[in-house]
């Protein structure tokens, strides 16, 4: 990930996730081509299980983890919202909305909440808006 952050590099691409998800679908493909072709085993349905086990595993592990991730994000917004006297505005945004707000500073962040709620901005108008970006460097 780049050491700063901006609009245009804030996206993060977890490759290792992607590099495990592509080797679960080709091993399983492969799996079930090796039982659709040859006489069927229990070892082949076995393996074609596991196979698919371990693809759904990949899945909901990553999918935990982007759900406490947004848990996360959702408590340091509230809290952020709360200090600077905007507590009320939190009920009205979605979730996606808070997330490309906590990239803003909080300088602007209750300007930029006041124009989210009256233009109804998307998260990516969020952040293209925002002048002064805060950096989150520690996702994984």
Request: glycine letters at 4%.
């Amino acid at each position: 990930m780049a050491a700063e952050q901006s609009y245009a590099t804030h996206q993060y691409r977890p490759t290792g996730w992607l590099i495990a998800l592509a080797l679960a679908v080709i091993g399983e493909v492969l799996l079930l081509w090796a039982v659709v072709t040859a006489p069927v085993t229990a070892m082949g349905v076995g393996l074609v299980l596991v196979g698919a086990a371990l693809f759904l595993a990949i899945m909901l592990i990553r999918r935990s983890a982007l759900r406490l991730q947004d848990r996360i994000i959702r408590a340091e917004m509230d809290a952020r919202l709360t200090r600077l006297g905007r507590r009320d505005a939190f009920t009205q945004l979605s979730l996606r909305q808070i997330v490309a707000l906590r990239f803003a500073s909080d300088v602007e962040l209750p300007l930029l909440i006041d124009r989210t709620l009256a233009e109804r901005l998307t998260p990516d108008q969020i952040k293209r808006a925002i002048a002064n970006w805060q950096a989150d460097l520690l996702r994984t």
